[in-house]
T-cell receptor
Framework: NAGVTQTPKFQVLKTGQSMTLQCAQD?????MYWYRQDPGMGLRLIYY???????DKGEVPNGYNVSRLNKREFSLRLESAAPSQTSVYFC???????????FGQGTRLTVV | EDQVTQSPEALRLQEGESSSLNCSYT??????LFWYRQDPGKGPEFLFT???AGEEKEKERLKATLTKKESFLHITAPKPEDSATYLC?????????????FGTGTLLAVQP
């Protein structure tokens, strides 16, 4: 039982490049989330998907797009990376509202 | 505005020296409060959920309590392996139904 798996673990991009962060969960959870974590800022919600086929903006969605490919997979795309997007990105999944969320191991992204 | 504040930012304890971490929150209504542990380079790991004032949960050396305005994570006789960042998050009523608001965490170091 792998839980929540994120790829890649590390990535360096040049300004303007694009990339997709992948996330998959094997717990049959309905909801999935993308967060970014920056020093002194805490975890901030970028986008979430309450169920397969739906996505909604979180607190800091600008510069990102998401796709809920199926119930298992939720990807985050940076179309034109900027240095301000240097961060650690976490994917999470949740079975039901107001229950615990399970997090992946994170993707450390550096944009130069 | 919904807000979560954790204190202290950092705490250094000697092995066996008990203490408490604080999580103060300001929300229009509380669906639930969550405590997570985060080790360096890893994703947050779920510890506890508290839903109503007066509720308490325990796990090994950790005990979480909840009042109408704050939560405490009490650490009794800590060991070096308890060293980590402890995150608090609240799930408020109103706004996006899946929104979790995280504090910036308390970095705990337990010295042998």
């Amino acid at each position: 039982n792998a839980g929540v798996t994120q790829t890649p673990k590390f990535q360096v991009l040049k300004t303007g490049q694009s990339m997709t962060l992948q996330c998959a969960q094997d717990m049959n959870h309905n909801s999935m989330y993308w967060y970014r974590q920056d020093p002194g800022m805490g975890l901030r919600l970028i986008y979430y998907s309450a169920s397969e086929g739906t996505t909604d903006k979180g607190e800091v969605p600008n510069g990102y797009n998401v796709s809920r490919l199926n119930k298992r997979e939720f990807s985050l795309r940076l179309e034109s990376a900027a240095p301000s997007q240097t961060s650690v990105y976490f994917c999470a999944s949740q079975d039901r509202l107001n229950t615990e969320a399970f997090f992946g191991q994170g993707t450390r992204l550096t944009v130069v | 505005e919904d807000q979560v504040t954790q204190s202290p930012e950092a705490l250094r304890l000697q092995e066996g020296e008990s203490s408490s971490l604080n999580c103060s929150y300001t929300v229009s209504g509380l669906r639930g409060l969550f405590w997570y542990r985060q080790d360096p380079g890893k994703g947050p790991e779920f510890l506890f959920t508290l839903y109503s004032a007066g509720e308490e949960k325990e796990k090994e050396r950790l005990k979480a309590t909840l009042t109408k305005k704050e939560s405490f994570l009490h650490i009794t006789a800590p060991k070096p392996e308890d060293s980590a960042t402890y995150l608090c998050a609240v799930h408020p009523y109103g706004g996006a139904t899946n929104k979790l608001i995280f504090g910036t965490g308390t970095l705990l170091a337990v010295q042998p």
